[in-house]
């Protein structure tokens, strides 16, 4: 079983940055890949990017390529998304998510394990 906590979450201007960060315990972090997923107000949840188990593959979204990256650390059991240059569009609840496999998934069906999400609000 693993269990996702995530944090770093928060109101923020149009233009600006935040970090969020999850921490992951139980099970062997490095053989899961990992993805954030968000779902703004009346949306349903979409794929925002994924790292494989690894660290050395990523992919994001169309909608936030260029604005977002998400990168692990194993030894500290966490993976992060780094949000710049953010847009009211980006106001959502973001989920961190394990999938029990190395290689990367934009569905959120291939992931098992999900955290309760952060909420990330940008104001225009």
């Known amino acids: 079983q693993v269990q996702l906590v995530e944090s770093g979450g928060g109101l923020v201007q149009a233009g600006g940055s935040l970090r969020l960060s999850c921490a992951a315990s139980g099970g062997t972090f490095s053989s899961y890949a990992m993805g954030w997923f968000r779902q703004g107000p009346g949306k349903e949840r979409e794929f925002v990017a994924a790292v494989s188990g690894s660290g050395r593959n990523s992919y994001h979204a169309d909608s936030v390529k260029g604005r977002f990256t998400i990168s692990r650390d194993n030894a500290k059991n966490m993976v992060y998304l780094q949000m710049n240059s953010l847009k009211p569009e980006d106001t959502a609840v973001y989920y961190c998510?394990?999938?029990?496999?190395?290689?990367?998934?934009?569905?959120?069906?291939?992931?098992?394990?999900w955290g309760q999400g952060t909420q990330v609000t940008v104001s225009s």
């Open positions: 998510a394990a999938r029990t496999a190395l290689s990367i998934a934009t569905v959120e069906d291939y992931y098992r394990y």
